[in-house]
């Protein structure tokens, strides 16, 4: 949860520098919206965190910080499609992320975090579909070889009921 919390830091700042290298004004909103969801599932892990008994660790803090703001300047020399390309990566990444703190949850006694962290990870494959959607736009995108593409979004909610195991 430590680590999911200040990776969120990380994302944020990620998309604060993205949106503001996109020259697109619709796209520019619609990574900002994502930034906001960001803000939020951070404040949503910081929240279990506490309740759990816990903080962030202010080394990973440290670290997450300087890295969201390294991608985030990054974004505006690496043109349109890496940091698109990127930001649907790492977001595939964060669905399982999720998924496997619901189930972890449940082992440490404390479901009442599980429905968030779903919603979480459900979230985040919002946001998978919308990058991808982005790199297949882009005529050199189509032709890239892409991460692997997540279940349906009722897929994360059914696997956990079954009690599958969260893979990639
Ligand atoms: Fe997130
Ligand atoms: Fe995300």
Not at 68 to 93: F, Q, S
Not at 147 to 168: H, Q, V, Y
């Amino acid at each position: 949860m430590q680590l999911a919390y200040s990776g969120e830091l990380a994302a944020t700042h990620a998309y604060i520098g993205h949106a503001r290298s996109v020259r697109d004004p619709a796209e520019k909103a619609e990574i900002g919206v994502i930034e906001k969801q960001e803000i939020e599932h951070r404040e949503r892990v910081g929240e279990i965190l506490a309740a759990l008994g816990a903080g962030p660790d202010p080394r990973r803090e440290r670290s997450q910080l300087r890295v969201g703001k390294v991608v985030g300047a990054l974004c505006h020399v690496g043109g349109w499609l890496i940091p698109m390309y990127g930001a649907g990566w790492l977001e595939r990444g964060n669905i399982v992320e999720y998924e496997i703190a619901a189930r972890l949850a449940v082992e440490a006694g404390v479901p009442e975090f599980v429905d968030d962290l779903l919603e979480m990870a459900e979230v985040e494959w919002d946001h998978e579909q919308y990058f991808r959607g982005k790199v297949r736009e882009h005529w050199m995108g189509r032709r890239l070889p892409i991460w692997s593409m997540p279940p349906p979004r009722e897929a994360i909610r059914e696997a956990f009921e079954r009690g599958d195991p969260a893979r990639r």
